[in-house]
């Protein structure tokens, strides 16, 4: 999908609380104070129409960490696949590129969000940390002069002319090109991790910016408190990737 396309996409599961599945979503937007801010957090609670819960735990544990994840997908099917019923992996937030947040379920539950391997252990990390995914197509390829997803060489989400669209850097675990985030996610991002930061008294603390795309060890893995992003657990994975800006959100 051409990344000028998302937006009709986004505004779209907005109307109808149809995702990418055909499952149906009741949408109610709520309004949150968050401590030190006059603007308040918006939150879109995107609950099941038939009040399945069946892709998170509602089992309370305290609250360590918040990861940080792109999707690699769109907002549609993004919901979709971190809902499937019977299937514990999801996530409580979803921040679409409109800065929108979507709230599956309560953060205070649980669901796995790490995967197998996961330095730590995916149980023990997983329910121990508030994950938030951001829409984000993730890594890119160069084809000619465009940029496709990960999924298709004819799935071109931008031309090289696109420069707001992607990031070229170093490579990254095999990549060079990621997508961007809009500022409207840093926007909704930073208010949000303000918010969980003060309810659930986790600091408002990032890694080093040397070691913020390295492996935890062990220790690590449970000694840290704060706010760090999947890279930090698995070797395999690229988000919230070289593209994102952390100083939008420091």
């Known amino acids: 999908m051409k990344a000028t396309s998302i937006y009709s996409l986004e505004t779209s599961f907005r109307t109808s609380g149809k995702d990418a599945f ?17 603007e308040k957090l918006k939150l879109i609670d995107c609950i099941r129409d038939n009040n399945d ?10 609250k360590s960490k918040i990861v940080l994840h792109f999707t690699a997908g769109y907002l549609k099917g993004d919901i979709a696949t971190l809902t499937q019923p019977g299937n514990h992996i999801s996530v409580p937030f979803v ?13 205070k539950y649980w669901s796995y969000h790490l995967g197998k391997n996961a330095i730590g252990g995916n149980t023990n990390m997983s329910s121990k940390t508030i994950a938030i995914e951001i829409s984000n197509i993730g890594c890119l390829k ?7 997803t990960t999924y298709s060489n004819n799935d ?7 420069t707001s669209f992607y990031k070229k850097i170093p490579a990254y675990r095999g990549f060079e090109y990621f997508a961007t985030y809009t500022q409207a996610q840093y926007n909704s991002l930073k208010l949000l991790l ?3 930061t003060k309810k659930y008294n986790i600091p408002y603390a990032f890694l080093p910016s040397n070691k913020r795309f390295n492996l935890f060890s062990s220790a690590e893995a449970e000694t840290f ?26």
Do not use: M
Not at 142 to 148: E, F, P, S, T, Y
């Open 22 to 38: 055909g499952k149906q979503f009741i949408l109610n937007e709520e309004q949150v104070s968050v401590a030190g801010f006059t």
């Open 53 to 62: 819960k069946s892709y998170y735990f509602e089992e309370i544990n305290s």
């Open 95 to 107: 921040i679409a590129r409109s800065g929108e947040i979507y709230n599956l379920w309560a953060s």
């Open 142 to 148: 160069k084809i000619g002069n465009n940029l496709v």
């Open 156 to 162: 071109i989400y931008c031309t090289l002319d696109e």
């Open 194 to 196: 303000k918010f969980l």
């Open 225 to 250: 408190n704060g706010i760090c992003s999947h890279v930090n657990f698995r070797a395999d994975k690229w988000d919230i990737g070289p593209a994102f800006d952390w100083s939008k959100i420091e």
